[in-house]
């Protein structure tokens, strides 16, 4: 795996840029630094406290004896495009998107590994094409790469933000702006280390663009959702910031969203627009509201 700072990681703390990362704790990440597992500019010991510039580079794997390399598993997801050198999928609500410890089969991987994908051979050997990802209850749109040169482009272009990656979100109430944008910075919860929350000083800088589509009276509203920034549970949480969570996610809503109808957060990928990173061609690829959000919206129209 290897893993290049952008402008957005510099001046953060090494320890605290891999953690976020590799989605591990701290402490983790100061394990994987001291043990050699990843080695911070191709040079040797550093300490973690380290200051990352852009353009940074650290490699290594995470040891996981307790999780093989994935497996080829049956099963189907629609694909919306593909040619040789990635293809975009249409991922299902429910379905993680990597293997990962506690979790060794069953995912997006695996499902494509079983329909005969050949996938780029970096991004980590338990993530091989993985540039972007969605949360396992959030459905859409994905591209995943097939070749490693892909790979690296479509990296560098999502850490450039030139893909646009749009999405719809009902929500519970209806935002008094039309449109606004939400520029808070995100850190893991201290109280709960699987979920994210705002923070004034520190974390990571992250953008979230809505504008509401469709009021249902004052109860509800479906937005359209574009991201700068593509951090780990990103849009659920600002929405949640601003007194506006998102229907069915109980993590960031509570009982207030406990009985909307959906067992699910009401999100969904809706859009990726970006230039083939080997073609240059424009590529824009949707896919549509699936039947347990439409009927959400559905309800909400009555």
Do not use: C
């Not at 060794?104 to 990802?133: Q, Y």
């Not at 520190?202 to 589509?213: K, L, P, S």
């Not at 969203?257 to 067992?263: D, L, S």
Request: aromatic content about 4%.
């Amino acid at each position: 795996m290897r893993l290049v700072a952008g402008p957005t990681q510099a001046g953060l703390r090494l320890d605290a840029w891999l953690a976020t990362v590799l989605e591990v704790s701290r402490a983790r990440a100061v394990d994987l630094l001291a043990s050699g597992a990843f080695r911070y500019n191709v040079g040797g010991a550093v300490k973690p406290s380290r200051r990352v510039r852009s353009g940074d580079v650290v490699e290594g794997e995470i040891p996981d004896v307790a999780v093989a390399a994935p497996a080829a598993e049956t099963g189907s997801v629609p694909v919306l495009f593909e040619d040789p050198h990635l293809l975009v999928v249409d991922k299902p609500a429910g379905v993680t998107v990597h293997p990962g410890a506690g979790r060794p089969g069953g995912t997006l991987v695996n499902i494509l590994l079983g329909m005969g994908v050949k996938l780029s051979t970096v991004g980590g050997r338990l993530r091989p094409g993985i540039v972007h990802r969605l949360d396992r209850d959030t459905s859409g749109v994905l591209v995943v790469a097939k070749t490693d040169a892909a790979f690296w482009k479509l990296v560098k272009m999502i850490e450039a933000r030139e893909i646009r990656r749009e999405y719809v979100a009902v929500v519970l109430g209806v935002p008094a702006s039309r449109e606004g944008t939400i520029d808070a910075n995100l850190a893991r919860d201290p109280d709960h280390r699987e979920r994210f929350t705002v923070v004034g000083s520190g974390g990571r800088r992250a953008i979230t663009h809505y504008a509401v589509d469709r009021a249902f009276g004052t109860k509800a509203a479906r937005l359209k959702v574009t991201l700068e920034t593509g951090r780990t549970h990103q849009i659920r949480v600002h929405l949640a910031a601003i007194g506006h969570p998102i229907l069915g996610d109980t993590a960031y809503g509570g009982s207030k969203v406990r009985n909307a109808g959906i067992p699910r957060q009401a999100l969904h990928a809706a859009r990726l627009s970006f230039k083939h990173p080997m073609t240059g061609k424009p590529v824009s690829v949707k896919a549509p509201v699936p039947a347990d959000m439409a009927a959400l919206l559905r309800r909400l129209e009555g």
